[in-house]
């Protein structure tokens, strides 16, 4: 495989976990609130 190849791959592992890490988080926040408020 070339440099350019393995670099898009690692971008791309990036991108994904991090948008479920964000999605958790902010999820996480939400039900947070909803029990405070409750």
């Known amino acids: 495989m070339s ?7 690692l971008i791309g592992c990036v991108g994904l976990w991090g948008g ?8 996480m926040k939400h ?3 909803n029990n405070n408020n409750a």
Request: hydrophobic share 55%; aromatic share 6%; proline share 0%.
């Open 3 to 9: 440099t350019g190849a393995i670099i898009m791959m």
């Open 31 to 33: 039900s947070k609130k």
């Open 20 to 27: 479920c890490f964000l999605s958790v988080s902010i999820a």
